[in-house]
């Protein structure tokens, strides 16, 4: 397993009685925006309450991030904060599924009142790359810039049914037929 560039190791046996504070400093900032692909992670950090739960650990709190990204149409760099909601349950590997064939399938039905499931393997879970995983999962992929509008315009991107032309005229008659 590749080590996490924002790695918090929490004892599953010690388990703070307070919520977890952690903070990203820079060079974890850095490292995390080039994993996820995006310019910059100005700040990133989260509050999370650990208590057990048998054999398992729940986890909830909140993330929150402020990015720069580009913009999926104009390519643009632009702002977005991120705030989520985090709810985790970690729990001992499987040795069951740890020693499978990894090309077996497993299905797993989820509610939205389920909680990642992350495994863990030994006494220690990292409670740093199960936030920078939600931070992962918190971006959008095809965000769009505050000049996306404008930049279709200029290029001559319309909304899908606002076409010109011969082709578009066809493709309108066929569709009210």
Same mark, same amino acid.
């Given at each position: 397993m590749t080590p996490s560039e924002f790695? +918090? @190791? /929490?004892?599953d046996r010690q388990l703070p009685s307070d919520p977890v504070?952690?903070?990203?400093?820079a060079e974890e900032r850095a490292a995390l925006a080039q994993r996820f692909g995006i310019t910059e992670i100005t700040d990133l950090r989260a509050i999370v309450e650990l208590e057990p739960d048998g054999k398992a650990i729940l986890g909830t709190g909140e993330l929150t991030a402020a990015i720069i990204q580009s913009c999926s149409v104009s390519g643009d760099n632009f702002a977005t904060d991120? *705030?989520?909601p985090v709810r985790l349950r970690f729990v001992e590997e499987s040795p069951a599924l740890a020693s499978g064939d990894p090309e077996?399938? /497993?299905?797993?039905? *989820?509610s939205l009142d389920d909680r990642d499931e992350i495994e863990y393997s030994g006494e220690t879970f990292d409670l740093g790359e199960a936030i920078a995983q939600t931070l992962g999962l918190a971006?959008? @992929?095809y965000a769009e810039g505050p000049d996306a509008d404008?930049? +279709?315009a200029e290029a001559g991107i319309v909304a899908e049914g606002e076409q010109d032309? @011969? *082709?578009a005229d066809l493709l309108k008659g066929l569709k009210k037929g």
């Open positions: 790695s +918090r @190791p /929490i004892t504070a952690i903070t990203a400093n991120i *705030l989520e077996e399938v /497993i299905e797993v039905d *989820l971006i959008d @992929p404008t930049f +279709r032309g @011969p *082709l």
